[in-house]
T-cell receptor
Framework: DQQVKQNSPSLSVQEGRISILNCDYT??????FLWYKKYPAEGPTFLIS???IKDKNEDGRFTVFLNKSAKHLSLHIVPSQPGDSAVYFC??????????WGAGTKLIIKP | KAGVTQTPRYLIKTRGQQVTLSCSPI?????VSWYQQTPGQGLQFLFE???????NKGNFPGRFSGRQFSNSRSEMNVSTLELGDSALYLC?????????FGPGTRLTVT
């Protein structure tokens, strides 16, 4: 059973608009959530994270929101730029410091 | 393969001192990230290094710095220690889609 789910395999957004990537999780004991960005043929790079004791973290154009009661987090990118086209992975850190990954969402920014 | 190793595992320092923590990633991993975990703030991202270059940095003061060597080993340094720097410092190494955390260094500032 997937503990971290990214239900949208892909998302297409117009340049300049907001991109919203969603992630759901099942384990209420997760302490920390991370978003990674991955270009083809490269490893994932850390993007932004949020601790389970917070509900929002912002870094430039990227904001992550955490709704613990709904076990849902989302990554907002505003405004979206062509360079944002990549696969975005949501990951949760369990109490043993193991990362549980989502399947990823491919974001395509249209010019 | 051996896992991520961090040294020392425990450290006690006094305010005003500086400290250097070390992390050896899994062999072949080029990316190393550092995190601080405290009861009040939870887990927070410090910085990430890839092939000796800092690729990402969290919102920490300049007292926190790091570096990565050509063999991918990484060090982080905290100068002018404050009581609030007492925390568990975690290092993670990654390559492609795998990320592994080390056991952490427990720093206590008195």
């Amino acid at each position: 059973d997937q503990q971290v789910k990214q239900n949208s395999p892909s998302l297409s957004v117009q340049e300049g608009r907001i991109s919203i990537l969603n992630c759901d999780y099942t384990n209420s004991m997760f302490d920390y959530f991370l978003w990674y960005k991955k270009y083809p043929a490269e490893g994932p790079t850390f993007l932004i994270s949020i601790s389970s004791i917070k509900d929002k973290n912002e870094d430039g154009r990227f904001t992550v929101f955490l709704n613990k009661s709904a076990k849902h987090l989302s990554l907002h990118i505003v405004p979206s730029q062509p360079g944002d086209s990549a696969v975005y992975f949501c990951a949760a850190l369990d109490s043993n410091y193991q990362l549980i990954w989502g399947a990823g969402t491919k974001l395509i920014i249209k010019p | 393969k051996a896992g991520v190793t961090q040294t020392p595992r425990y450290l006690i320092k006094t305010r005003g001192q500086q400290v250097t923590l070390s992390c050896s990633p899994i062999s072949g991993h080029r990316s190393v990230s550092w995190y601080q975990q405290t009861p009040g703030q939870g887990l927070q991202f410090l910085f990430e290094y890839f092939s000796e270059t800092q690729r990402n940095k969290g919102n920490f003061p300049g007292r926190f710095s790091g570096r990565q060597f050509s063999n991918s080993r990484s060090e982080m340094n905290v100068s002018t220690l404050e009581l609030g720097d007492s925390a568990l410092y975690l290092c993670a190494s990654s390559e492609l889609d795998r990320v592994y955390f080390g056991p952490g260094t427990r720093l206590t500032v008195t």
